[in-house]
């Protein structure tokens, strides 16, 4: 039998991974975004994470497009995305905070391409590389488990 608190524990993970949602918290600390790369702390490296959904793939974003959300600078392609982006943040959020999908999975959390990106479930999922994205593809169910369940438990101290 569970103890309460891991019982609360598991029913957050268990929420999180339900929903999809990024903006969850580990011990009262926000989420890491990956700004690796970054010195203007921009997530996953300036790119418009609105033209995965609605232009087919990435696209570098603008600095006249930004906005600062989840401790980072989200930059977007025109002002249309943006205002997207600001009207429903969650819905164009790339899952466990733009980090490596696949590493995710596996309990570490490492740098981007944005060209080698996925969308499942209505979920933006980027990979490491493209030759980690073929792996990701071939068993992305069993990796999208992997990763929500240890995404919770994730903090900066797993940035590799």
Not at 86 to 111: H, I, M, N, W
Not at 120 to 146: P, Q
């Amino acid at each position: 039998m569970l103890d309460r608190r891991a019982f609360i524990g598991f029913a957050a993970a268990a929420l999180a991974a339900a929903t999809g949602a990024e903006a969850e918290t580990r011990a009262g600390m926000p989420r890491p975004v990956n700004t690796l790369g970054s010195p203007e702390g921009l997530a996953i490296r300036g790119y418009d994470p609105v033209a995965y959904f609605r232009e087919g793939g990435p696209r570098p974003g603008e600095s006249e497009f930004a906005v600062r959300h989840g401790g980072a600078t989200w930059r977007f392609a025109s002002a249309e995305h943006k205002a997207l982006f600001e009207a429903d943040p969650q819905r164009y959020l790339p899952a466990y905070g733009g980090f490596c999908a696949y590493g995710t999975s596996r309990g570490y959390l490492v740098k981007i391409e944005p060209e080698a990106w996925s969308i499942v479930g209505g979920r933006l999922f980027l990979n490491y590389d493209l030759g980690v994205k073929d792996s990701w593809l071939r068993r992305t169910k069993t990796y999208i488990a992997r990763a929500d369940a240890g995404w919770p438990r994730l903090s900066s101290a797993d940035i590799r």
